[in-house]
Nanobody, 118 residues
Framework: QVQLVESGGGLVQPGGSLRLSCVTS????????IHWVRQAPGKGLEWVSV????????TYADSVKGRFTVSRDNAKNTLYLQIDRLKIDDTAVYYC???????????WGKGTLVTVSS
């Protein structure tokens, strides 16, 4: 079955960095775009980024542009999100999610919590 498993979250100070990973299985990873979506405490889902199947094309939300970098390793079926210059407002559960076409999502991971606090 399709699985997406995020890791790499934790507690970090403002200005710090983290790299999140999303290990996938159960589908042909190299054929699908993958999204990162986050949910801050008490708030709704916020789309963060998407990467094309080859990794050649990436798109970011304005709120993270210039600080977040999405990448993928198709040989390892793994997606990454490098987060730099973290802000308190970046505190959220971060989910990776498989695109099913036309920027629609059909599978989600369970998420990894990033907490930015001094």
């Amino acid at each position: 079955q399709v699985q997406l498993v995020e890791s790499g979250g934790g507690l970090v100070q403002p200005g710090g960095s983290l790299r999140l990973s999303c290990v996938t299985s159960g589908f042909t990873f190299r054929k699908y775009s993958i999204h990162w979506v986050r949910q801050a405490p008490g708030k709704g889902l916020e789309w963060v980024s998407v990467i094309s199947p080859s990794g050649a094309s990436t798109t970011y939300a304005d709120s993270v542009k210039g600080r977040f970098t999405v990448s993928r390793d198709n040989a390892k079926n793994t997606l990454y999100l490098q987060i730099d210059r973290l802000k308190i407002d970046d505190t959220a559960v971060y989910y990776c999610a498989k695109d099913v076409g036309h920027n629609s999502i059909d599978y989600w991971g369970k998420g990894t919590l990033v907490t930015v606090s001094s």
